[in-house]
């Protein structure tokens, strides 16, 4: 079956722009989380989303935002892009909330994203 | 605050030589994940340990983890290049967090 699907893989953008990335999680799984990676701080949760609904959310500003669609792929989105934003976004993708912590999670590639 | 720790925070073995890492955890675990991280990209899931004492093998790899000492290692026997990388545990309370991370260098 395929994997958890993030696009773009890489991105350019310049300081206080915008960026949407796209995340496909594996069919039949219902939730997906994000999370951000940067050399400095490791692999940080951003939010989760299930059912079209936040569950969970990390300590990230407001810039950071997300959404899932009803077919259960979801959008991150990050407004007023800083330089500090450049990082290794990843999403992750499970049956459902709870089900990770029996089935595990599966990842994604990862949209890196560098902001000039 | 770190909640899981990791050691060591790099690793650089020979080919052939087997090594540890270890994953501590400041809160009671229920359950541990193991990933491995390519450079760069995506993880990649390993092993999930859910019992106190539960040890789990695929390959070269084995994990075990120790409730009672909040802590989880992972085993690799025999290192190949292949087995070079970023290797993460995980867990999950609210929310799903990761270790600080071992990036291991196998030489061949």
């Known amino acids: 079956k395929a994997g958890v699907t993030q696009t773009p893989r890489y991105l350019i953008k310049t300081r206080g722009q915008q960026v949407t990335l796209s995340c496909s999680p594996i069919s039949g799984h219902r939730s997906v989380s994000w999370y951000q990676q940067t050399p400095g701080q490791g692999l940080q949760f951003l939010f989760e989303?299930?059912?079209?609904?936040?569950?969970n959310k990390g300590n990230f500003p407001g810039r950071f935002s997300g959404r899932q669609f009803s077919n259960s792929r979801s959008e991150m989105n990050v407004s007023t892009l800083e330089l500090g934003d450049s990082a290794l976004y990843l999403c992750?993708?499970?049956?459902?909330?709870?089900?990770?912590?029996?089935?595990?999670?599966?990842f994604g590639s990862g949209t890196r994203l560098t902001v000039v | 605050s770190q909640e899981l720790e990791q050691s060591p925070q790099s690793l650089i073995v020979q080919e052939g030589k087997n090594l540890t890492i270890n994953c501590t955890s400041s809160?009671?675990?229920?359950?541990l994940y193991w990933y491995k991280q390519k450079y760069g990209e995506g993880l990649i899931f390993l092993m999930m340990?859910?019992?106190?004492?539960e040890e789990k093998s695929h390959e070269k790899i084995t994990a075990k983890l120790d409730e009672k000492k909040q802590q989880s290692s992972l085993h690799i026997t025999a290192s190949q290049p292949s087995h070079a990388g970023i290797y993460l545990c995980?867990?999950?309370?609210?929310?799903?967090?990761f270790g600080t991370g071992t990036s291991l260098t196998v030489i061949p």
């Open positions: 809160k009671t675990l229920y359950g």
């Open positions: 340990l859910q019992k106190g004492g």
């Open positions: 989303y299930f059912s079209e609904t936040q569950r």
């Open positions: 992750a993708s499970s049956l459902g909330p709870d089900r990770g912590r029996y089935d595990g999670y599966t």
């Open positions: 995980g867990a999950e309370s609210n929310q799903f967090y």
